[in-house]
């Protein structure tokens, strides 16, 4: 199986974090490729990041169903373009929010996602409801801003676990890393913690295998249709809906 992680903002370490998770759990048969946008912000901190990262996103999932890829995976907590890409494609689109509540919910009755900065609990909270599991998950945040993750000087790891030990504190019986660039941190806080710990990159490599072994594709009856043809007009010509 060949599966695309495409990370929506431009800072390529960020990706290679999340190259190294994802092939950490792939299947030996399962070739995982990583690409970083081209365009768009250096880390994706609310909705007007998130608005502008959507593009790149789309042009990258159809491209990777053009060159043969079989799931694309959206490498951002955001869920950015998720349901918008999987109008554009039919090959199955994973977003790592909604993967990793997935793979939680038969661990736990009570799950904590543990975020970067404070804007991003509602955000977070909504696709939490999105997803049907308002009644069960709380979203935390860190205070930290993404890029800090990448910084081997910052406190960013120490203020993870602080919240982390706040959510158990609170009742929490597993913990939802809630940003790519803490994909490397899973293993180590199920350690510390001992509580199920889960990152949604390597989540997202899971549920896309187990997709392509059911060999199935995105439903294009109803809301996942494609977009009507149509012209758009100005810098986004190029995304207008083929016809």
Known sequence: MRILLFNPNTTASM??????????????????????????????EGYYDEAFA?????????????????????????????EAARCRVGIPVLGICEAALLMT????????????????????????????????????AADIPVLALEDPASDASARIEAEIAKALAAGAEAIVLGCAGMADLADRLQQTFGVPV????????????????????TSKRG?????????????????????
Request: with cysteine; charged share 20%.
């Open 15 to 44: 990706t290679e974090t999340g190259l190294k998770a994802a092939l950490g759990v792939a299947a030996p048969d399962t070739e995982v490729v990583a690409r970083t946008a081209a365009m768009g912000p250096v880390s994706i």
């Open 105 to 140: 919910s038969p661990l736990a009755k009570r799950i904590a996602v543990v975020t970067t900065m404070a804007r991003a609990i509602v955000p977070l909270t909504e696709l939490v409801h999105r997803y049907g599991l308002s009644g069960r998950v709380t979203v935390y």
């Open 198 to 217: 889960v990152d949604g990159v390597t989540a997202a490599v899971t549920v896309a295998e187990g997709l392509g072994r059911l060999r199935r594709r």
């Open 223 to 243: 809301t996942y249709a494609p977009a009507v043809p149509k012209p758009y007009i100005g810098l986004l010509a190029s995304f207008a809906p083929p016809g």
């Open 54 to 82: 959507v593009p790149a996103v789309i042009e990258a999932a159809a491209a990777a169903e053009a060159e043969g890829f079989e799931a694309f995976i959206v490498a951002c907590f955001d869920d950015t373009g998720v």
